[in-house]
Nanobody, 123 residues
Framework: QVQLVESGGGLVQAGGSLRLSCVAS????????MAWFRQAPGKEREFVAA???????SSADSVKGRFTISRDNPKNMVYLQMNSLKPEDTAVYYC?????????????????WGQGTQVTVSS
């Protein structure tokens, strides 16, 4: 059974940093893209960043220059380093894996999801 488990969320002041982690079990995702999405109350789930099997990355304009996605294939893990956090970054952050289409920004593309971790940024 495939599982994705996120950790590292919490409460932080604006301008602070957090590092989210996601560990996968049940199969390896070294040949698959992985991504982070987020969902704020009353809003749709939105793309944050993705990393392909090759290591190339893409990210949403709203987080460019502040968030960095990385992966450790031997550990079957993906990370999201979040710096210069803003109150508008407050959301539940989800790890996703194994997209079925080329559009890595669409939540509908991903086969596997974690349960989410809450990130709250206070002003």
């Amino acid at each position: 059974q495939v599982q994705l488990v996120e950790s590292g969320g919490g409460l932080v002041q604006a301008g602070g940093s957090l590092r989210l982690s996601c560990v996968a079990s049940g199969r390896t995702f070294s040949n698959s893209a992985m991504a982070w999405f987020r969902q704020a109350p009353g809003k749709e789930r939105e793309f944050v960043a993705a990393i392909r099997w090759s290591g190339s990355t893409s990210s949403a304009d709203s987080v460019k220059g502040r968030f960095t996605i990385s992966r450790d294939n031997p550990k079957n893990m993906v990370y999201l380093q979040m710096n210069s956090l803003k109150p508008e970054d407050t959301a539940v952050y989800y790890c996703a894996a194994d997209p079925t289409t080329w559009d890595l920004t669409s939540p509908r593309a991903y086969r596997f999801w974690g349960q989410g971790t809450q990130v709250t940024v206070s002003s």
